[in-house]
Structure formats: structure tokens, C-alpha cells
């Protein structure tokens, strides 16, 4: 299965080889709908590792309105709706579009949500979250990233998100607890206080492995009596969850 999971994951790399001449000269619109399908289709490919073949009516909506090429620096607007991650500055990544839009499946996001999100780089993630739960609570340990997220999601009309500059191992002991947790940075165990802040009923997705290797997407679920299981899905590569000292 863990073989099989290697296998596609490197599948999904090699599959942007050619997207990226079809894309050239179309609108951004066009390309993000095209890229959209592209999601759809990997969403099946890989249904046997994530138990999930479809995304739901909310995910598909916002992956299909989010302007991903405004997350991205300029010099790689061209590339913004290739399906791969893209450097942002400062050592770290805007994630993969597959992996956005499955994390945020995964979660089962619903209106009445509040969610937190360890590792806001670009703010795409969040925006993606922001179309499908009442409210986003984001921390970024890089200032520079975190406020320029910030005032990106601000001129883009995104108001139910909250940016805070700090370390997100300590999860947001004030807003807390939360009915979902996405962590979009690695680290090499699941930090004790986000599961803690993880409401009844909540689920919480995280890459869990060796940081600078392959992590396992993990879905952590809390029943109603607070205990916690694990569901391991697909192999995943992140940038490391990165600690204040
Ligand atoms: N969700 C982002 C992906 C960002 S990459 C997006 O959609 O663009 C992971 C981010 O996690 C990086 O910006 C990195 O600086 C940040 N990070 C790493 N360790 C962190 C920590 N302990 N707390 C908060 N953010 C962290």
C-alpha cells in the first residue's frame, strides 16, 4: 500500500510536465478550471489510500474561485496552476493544489466550523478553508510570511481569517477548542497541544514523519468521549514544522 502511495506520488510529479505547455497563453480562469479537474481526477486515482474519491460540493468551490496566482510570487505567476508546490520565499513552499484540496476534504470542513491551520505561508490554504468554515485561525512562524498573508487575505475580501505570527506547535490556547486542525509543516510526532485544543467530534490533519524526508498524512479523528484515533493515508513531502527557540 506504502509502495503503491510512492508510486503515485511520483506519478503526480511527473504529471506536470506536460500541463505546463498546454497551459501557456490561456486565461487564468481557464487554467485554474483545468487544474480543478486535474484535482478531481487525482482525487479518485488515489481514492484506495484516503477512503475519499470525490471532493465536496465546498472544497470543489473554493479550489475552483481561489486565485491561487495571486499566493504565488510574480516571477511564477505562469506556474500557479501547475499542480506542484512553488517556493514563496524564505525557504518555504505554497503547497501542491492535490494536496490543498485534500487536506481540506479530509477534514471535513462544514459551515458552522472553526478551524486552525499551523503554518500559513502563502494564505492559500486558508483561503481554500475560509470558502467552507465559518471561521480560519492561521499561524505563521516567519513574520514577513505571515503579514504578507495577512494583507493578502484582507485585500482579497477574506474576513474570516485570523493571522498570528508565532510558533503553532503551542496550537491558539485562546480559540480554543477547534472542530478541525490542519498542519501544513512536518514534524516528526503530533504535537500534544493540538490535540488537546481538538474538539469532540473534531478531526485533525497532519504530516507526520521524518522532516526532511517523505511524512505520512495523517487523520487523526476525536470521538465524542475525547479519545483519539489515527487513519493513515497518503505518503506526503512538507517543508518541517520549525521550532522557537
Ligand atoms: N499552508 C501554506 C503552506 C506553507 S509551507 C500555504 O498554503 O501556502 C509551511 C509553512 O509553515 C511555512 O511558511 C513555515 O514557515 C511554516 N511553519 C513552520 N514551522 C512552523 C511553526 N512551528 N508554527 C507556525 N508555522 C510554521
Known sequence: MKAMGIFRLLMGASIVVSPLRAQAGLDV???RQRLVDQVAAQMKSTRAETGRSDLSECVLRAMRTVPRHRFVPAHLVADAYLDRPLPIGMGQTISQPFVVALMTELLGPRPDARVLEIGTGSGYQAAVLAGCVAKVYTIEIVAPLGQQARALLAELGYANVEVRIGDGYQGWPEAAPFDGIVVTAAPDHVPQPLVDQLAPNGRMVIPVGSVHGLQDLLVISKGADG????????PVRFVPLTRER
Open 29 to 31: 480562469e481557464t487554467q
Open 227 to 234: 479519545r483519539a484515533v489515527t487513519k493513515r493515508t497518503i
